[in-house]
C-alpha cells in the first residue's frame, strides 16, 4: 500500500483528477479539485434534487458544500 501511494503522490503533478467510481477516501477538497469548474453547478444540482443527501455513497457533493 506504502509503495503504492508513493507512486501515486510522484503523479499527482501530472493527474487530471481521480475516477469517480473507485474513489473510496478523500475528503471536499479532492472532490472539488476533481471537478473543477463544474464543481458549482454540481453542488447547484444537488441542492435541488438531493438536497438530504441521500446519495452520498461516492466520492460525495454534499448539499452544503460551498460553491
Not at 17 to 22: D, L, T
Not at 51 to 60: D, G, H, I, K, S
Amino acid at each position: 500500500t506504502g509503495w503504492v501511494r508513493g507512486h501515486w503522490q510522484a503523479l499527482q503533478p501530472y493527474a487530471r483528477g481521480f475516477y469517480f467510481n473507485s474513489a473510496m477516501e478523500g475528503g471536499d477538497d479532492r472532490v472539488r479539485a476533481n471537478f473543477g469548474g463544474n464543481f458549482p453547478r454540481l453542488v447547484r444540482l444537488k441542492r435541488r434534487y438531493d438536497p438530504q443527501n441521500r446519495f452520498q455513497l461516492n466520492a460525495n457533493i454534499r448539499p452544503d458544500a460551498v460553491a
